[in-house]
């Protein structure tokens, strides 16, 4: 049974920086794609960011391209979120999520972590 757990989640002001971790286990991950997505109070889950977990291909949000970088390491089947430069409309709940397929429709994900805040102060 696939498990994805989060971590790293936090309060930052404003400009500050994070790294969220989702560290995977249940399964060989060739061919799989990792997505983070958010959830802010009031609003719908958005996508964040996607990788590929075998070629490294990565796709941003336009939201959050050029603070955000998504990277994994396959040796600890984990994949990481390192946000720079936060905003306070950042403020969400992130999710790490698995998909057998290629895209950022949520729709194509049926694994889910259970989330971890992320917090920016102004």
């Known amino acids: 049974q696939v498990q994805l757990v989060e971590s790293g989640g936090g309060l930052v002001q404003a400009g500050g920086s994070l790294r969220l971790s989702c560290a995977a286990s249940?399964?060989?991950?060739?061919?799989?794609?990792m997505g983070w997505f958010r959830q802010a109070p009031g609003k719908e889950r958005e996508f964040v960011a996607t990788?590929?977990?075998?070629?490294?291909?990565?796709t941003y949000a336009d939201s959050v391209k050029g603070r955000f970088t998504i990277s994994r390491v396959n040796a600890k089947n984990t994949v990481y979120l390192q946000m720079n430069s936060l905003k306070p409309e950042d403020t969400a709940v992130y999710y790490c999520?698995?998909?057998?397929?290629?895209?950022?429709?949520?729709?194509?994900?049926?694994?889910w972590g259970q989330g971890t805040q992320v917090t920016v102060s102004s």
């Open positions: 999520a698995l998909s057998p397929f290629r895209g950022s429709n949520q729709g194509l994900y049926p694994h």
């Open positions: 990788i590929a977990w075998s070629s490294g291909r990565t």
């Open positions: 249940g399964r060989t991950f060739s061919g799989y794609t």
